[in-house]
């Protein structure tokens, strides 16, 4: 599929007096520096109708347009795979993703993508860039994704993350008994060894997440996320910056640690759990064509409830022995 690229943001008054490349690197983070400043060069970004140099410094409020070609782009091709659609209409479609899907095709995974069945399910999104897709969910979270159908409607979604008011909230199952609830504020950026992995770095990009707890085990706790941005792999890496990881993250969350006296049961099921324990349970958002306020809800997969199940089992048993 050939698509022209065109994106627009606004200048956030965090990145307000930042040189114009590093801007556009944190809000049309899809794209290489490189990529961006070569596009630059070559005239395709305008600052409030005007051209500029990648050096060239950009203030809260200006306005930002891209319009460029992708060079050499890869015809990506449709797949008949199963999707679990939720919600679909003229201008979007929301799925529950499974375990072990990636989103979109790169270097490893260029076929079985999510991006891949879209283009099978509705031919249309080859005229739409990356097939609509305007977030992602890691390989092994599970839960709700939003699709832009049409250029309008990705246009207004991308508006909308940008201004943060998506509402995304997730379950996840952490290693460790947390006393509360709290916020994470830690700016994500690529950790300064390993470039595969993310990591909360000072010259990051800002990001916010909330959580509660839902319930307390012995050596676990349930926990709701809420995401004030959307970093990759915001969640693994703010839970494990305060030494709370999550169950099952092979990159992030260190050595398997298994209650004191736990049962065969549960220490069968955390051995076996072999992906992150994280699940994307609500997504809302405001309808891109007339604004209405939509509100969509995915239950648990079965492998979080088995775990969740085998940690209250854990619990009871402990509660149930003679003092």
């Known amino acids: 599929m050939t698509h022209v690229i065109r994106l627009q943001a606004i200048v956030p008054e965090e990145l307000s007096g930042k040189r114009l490349d590093q801007v556009l690197a944190t809000l049309f983070g899809d794209y290489s520096r490189s990529r961006l400043q070569h596009w630059v060069r070559e005239g395709r970004v305008t600052v409030d109708g005007q051209l500029l140099q990648s050096k060239d410094k950009v203030f809260a409020g200006a306005r930002l347009e891209l319009e460029a070609m992708p060079e050499a782009e890869v015809e990506w091709q449709p797949e008949a795979i199963s999707l679990a659609i939720v919600y679909e209409d003229a201008d979007l479609l929301v799925i529950n993703k499974t375990a072990g899907m990636v989103v979109h095709p790169a270097t490893g995974n260029w076929q079985g993508t999510l991006l891949n069945a879209l283009l099978h399910h509705a031919p249309q999104l080859a005229q739409v860039p990356r097939a609509g897709i305007v977030h992602r969910l890691d390989k092994d979270t599970t839960g709700l994704l939003v699709i832009a159908k049409t250029l309008t409607a990705q246009t207004a979604l991308v508006t909308q993350l940008q201004a943060r008011a998506f509402l995304r909230e997730y379950d996840a199952v952490v290693t460790g008994v947390m006393t509360a609830g709290g916020t994470v504020t830690a700016p994500i950026g690529r950790h300064p060894v390993d470039r595969k992995r993310m990591a909360v770095t000072p010259n990051g990009k800002p990001a916010v997440s909330h959580y509660r707890v839902v319930k307390r085990y012995r050596g676990h706790t349930h926990i709701k996320v809420w995401l004030e941005t959307g970093r990759t792999h915001q969640i693994r890496v703010h839970m494990a910056h305060i030494r709370f990881p999550l169950v099952g993250d092979v990159v992030y969350g260190g050595r398997l640690k298994l209650p004191a006296g736990c049962s065969e049961t549960l220490r069968e099921t955390l051995r076996g759990f072999r992906r992150q324990a994280l ?45």
Not at 291 to 319: C, F, H, N, V, Y
């Open 279 to 323: 699940h994307a349970t609500r997504l809302g958002l405001a309808h891109p064509l007339d604004g209405e306020i939509l509100q969509w809800e995915a239950p648990l997969p079965d492998d979080l409830r088995s775990l969740l199940k085998a940690l209250q089992d854990d619990l009871t048993s402990q509660d149930d022995e003679p003092q």
